[in-house]
T-cell receptor, first 114, second 114 residues
Framework: GNSVTQMEGPVTLSEEAFLTINCTYT??????LFWYVQYPGEGLQLLLK?????DKGSNKGFEATYRKETTSFHLEKGSVQVSDSAVYFC?????????????FGKGTHLIIQP | DSGVTQTPKHLITATGQRVTLRCSPR?????VYWYQQSLDQGLQFLIH???????AKGNILERFSAQQFPDLHSELNLSSLELGDSALYFC?????????????FGSGTRLTVV
């Protein structure tokens, strides 16, 4: 079956540091890949997505590139802010036109210190 | 505000009881997905309804059931509740049956079983 593995947190960084959160996946076919963010007390918000190999998703300074050869979709940001503190989820949607929902990783809690 | 409305926000009930969680999708969205977020299992897809019909099932227990009504709102029914059912329950909506571009999540219902 499908699965998503992401680095466990918490990840604690200082403001303006470089961020990488690793995500690897196992899936049949060609899935779409997503990063969602969850702020305290809120639901999940779509941060960025990529639907095919070598696509780069980007939003709010965050980027992730769909690497089929390494089955990875690592999240990066060049300079984090305190407001980026949240839980980040990597997820996949199986390709092929199925109606199943998303498969999520366990989430990475990111803490940015001023 | 994502446009996906979930009620109630919090629910406390006793073991063995039955509860109903409600989700109103974004205006125009025909698909509703239900997810459970717990500390041990993470985020898991439960079930997907499209325009009133069940279209996919994930890791949904037999004690749980859902339906989608003609006005497109959906209800998740949880019965014979156990302590382990305590979790955040999210719904997400999408305009189409098969969406490879990401869904819109509600802010969730926190269920506590005591």
């Amino acid at each position: 079956g499908n699965s998503v593995t992401q680095m466990e947190g918490p990840v604690t960084l200082s403001e303006e540091a470089f961020l990488t959160i690793n995500c690897t996946y196992t899936a049949t076919g060609y899935p779409s890949l997503f990063w969602y963010v969850q702020y305290p007390g809120e639901g999940l918000q779509l941060l960025l997505k990529a639907t095919k190999a070598d696509d780069k998703g980007s939003n709010k300074g965050f980027e992730a590139t769909y690497r089929k050869e390494t089955t990875s979709f690592h999240l990066e940001k060049g300079s984090v802010q305190v407001s980026d503190s949240a839980v980040y989820f990597c997820a996949l949607k199986e390709g092929g036109g199925g109606a199943d929902g998303l498969t999520f990783g366990k989430g990475t809690h990111l803490i940015i210190q001023p | 505000d994502s446009g996906v409305t979930q009620t109630p926000k919090h629910l406390i009930t006793a073991t063995g009881q039955r509860v109903t969680l409600r989700c109103s999708p974004r205006s125009g969205d025909l698909s509703v997905y239900w997810y459970q977020q717990s500390l041990d299992q993470g985020l898991q897809f439960l079930i997907h309804y499209y325009n009133g019909e069940e279209r996919a099932k994930g890791n949904i227990l037999e004690r749980f059931s859902a339906q989608q009504f003609p006005d497109l709102h959906s209800e998740l029914n949880l019965s014979s509740l156990e302590l382990g059912d305590s979790a955040l329950y999210f719904c997400a909506s999408s305009p189409v049956l098969v969406n490879n571009y990401g869904y819109t999540f509600g802010s969730g219902t926190r269920l506590t079983v005591v």
